[in-house]
């Protein structure tokens, strides 16, 4: 929220692992945002990516990895000792957001949005026929986030376990694209629930 009210800037050289979107820094930092009723927060992750005290995307941490050429699974989880001389990532710190953090960061989005907020969590996934402990604990956090007043929560789970991980994924991170329909029509029902609360 402080990058985004213009109380912290982002370093040129982090700025490329700090937002999801490419259209630049300066329309990033415009904030026009066209009315709207709710809003839908993806929480893909519990752990906090930062460097030079910048939180940054994970998603963007995992691909400057792949970009840098090194192993992704050490770095995302704080090793940088692979990392060219120079990088700007050498600084990153991995922590583990609190269920109060991740409360606070969602009361905070819905604050400034004036909106309620649907929180939705990382794809359900399974390895070696057992549940991904990170993913589980995230969506059990997010439930427990729900609880707040305005604060939504749509899994991922169920819909994927109904149909089965062969059939909705592509990967551990994607969707199959025949089954995105699917995915959109049970996150429709969600939306509809929450405004039926409004």
Known sequence: MEVTQGRK??????REAAFET???YEAEMQGIVTAYNLSVVEVSTL?????DGIELNAHKVYHAALDAGIEYRPFVNGDVSALPEGHPLAALKVSRASEESVVEDVLAIQSALGVPVLTVDHLYYELDGAPLAERESLTNVLRRVSEHEEIGFHSTKELILEHGLEVALEDSNHYRSAF???????????????YALM
């Not at 800037?9 to 982090?14: H, N, S, T």
């Not at 752990?47 to 460097?51: D, M, T």
């Open 180 to 194: 995105e329909r699917l995915v959109a029509e049970r996150m429709h029902d969600s939306i509809r629930s929450m």
């Open 9 to 14: 800037e982002v370093p040129e050289a982090l």
């Open 22 to 24: 490419t259209i630049g």
């Open 47 to 51: 752990k906090e990516h930062r460097a």
